[in-house]
């Protein structure tokens, strides 16, 4: 089992969480929630208004958002979801645990006890350099403030 960390639309009660819960496409389970332990910019880009974070270490927010832990089949399905490695990239991460739900091995128990967690992220380095010119935000909810509404695959043109 892998851990991932979600900052975007595969959270709970966002647009493609739905995902995280098709067994068809693996296992993911709830481990918490935690934020990024180092700032990085999420920006809401594009014309479908998906949220990116760009791998620009010390710049931006500690982003939020939640850890699963995932098998092998779902992990292979968020790299094909996500596009990787073109349009994201999966690499690791340390993330501040801030709540904990995992049950698990000594080891991970330890690692969550201590306040930080590696995870794989779905960040991304192949923007266009106009996005570092966005607004940057802490966490992600499609329904936000900033009226930029995510648009479904299903639904694009």
Not at 12 to 29: C, D, F, R, V, W
Request: hydrophobic share 35%; charged share 20%; proline share 5%.
């Amino acid at each position: 089992m892998a851990r991932v960390f979600v900052y975007g639309t595969l959270k709970k009660g966002q647009p493609n969480y739905k995902h995280m819960i098709n067994t068809a496409k693996g296992l993911a389970k709830f481990q918490g929630r935690g934020h990024t332990v180092e700032k990085y910019p999420l920006v809401i880009a594009g014309k479908y208004n998906i949220p990116y974070m760009l791998n620009i270490p010390g710049t931006g927010h500690h982003v939020a958002g939640e850890i699963y832990s995932v098998d092998e089949q779902m992990l292979q399905f968020l790299d094909e979801f996500e596009g990787c490695p073109d349009m994201y990239q999966r690499t690791l991460m340390r993330i501040q645990v801030v709540e904990w739900e995992g049950k698990g091995g000594t080891g991970e128990a330890r690692a969550a006890a201590d306040g930080v967690l590696e995870c794989f992220v779905y960040s991304t380095a192949t923007y266009p350099p106009e996005w570092v010119g966005l607004p940057y935000y802490d966490s992600y909810d499609s329904s936000g403030k900033h009226g930029l509404s995510y648009v479904l695959r299903e639904s694009r043109e």
